[in-house]
Nanobody
Framework: QVRLVESGGDLVQAGGSLRLSCAAS????????MNWYRQAPGKQRELVAT???????SYAQSVKGRFTISRDNANNTVFLQMNNLKPEDTAVYSC???????????????????WGQGTLVTVSP
């Protein structure tokens, strides 16, 4: 009933920029906190950035000052602007919503811990 779909991943040279998008679809009433995670080959998944429903943000130390998370509540979309990319930023980036409230017939229901399929970001030296 609720899907998250990421886009914007690409191959970019070090120092370049990319903007990732994550659009939620379905009969959505509201989305609580949204997150961007990444997983590099052979490494554990890492929380990159978080934005809550009020717009407050937090970042992993490794991306502070380079990445910016934002959201468009009217269109149920979250973005990740990535600047000054480094080879170590290479990973599959996935968006996550901790709670999505959606219309299910006449009622509101919650979908918890919703994930997108991921988008690949490759940064060449």
């Amino acid at each position: 009933q609720v899907r998250l779909v990421e886009s914007g991943g690409d191959l970019v040279q070090a120092g370049g920029s990319l903007r990732l998008s994550c659009a939620a679809s379905g009969k959505i009433f509201s989305i609580n906190t949204m997150n961007w995670y990444r997983q590099a080959p052979g490494k554990q998944r890492e929380l990159v950035a978080t934005i809550n429903s009020g717009g407050s943000t937090s970042y992993a130390q490794s991306v502070k000052g380079r990445f910016t998370i934002s959201r468009d509540n009217a269109n149920n979309t979250v973005f990740l602007q990535m600047n000054n990319l480094k080879p170590e930023d290479t990973a599959v980036y996935s968006c996550n919503a901790d709670r999505v409230t959606f219309y299910s017939g006449s009622y509101l229901s919650n979908a918890l811990d919703v994930w997108g399929q991921g988008t690949l970001v490759t940064v060449s030296p």
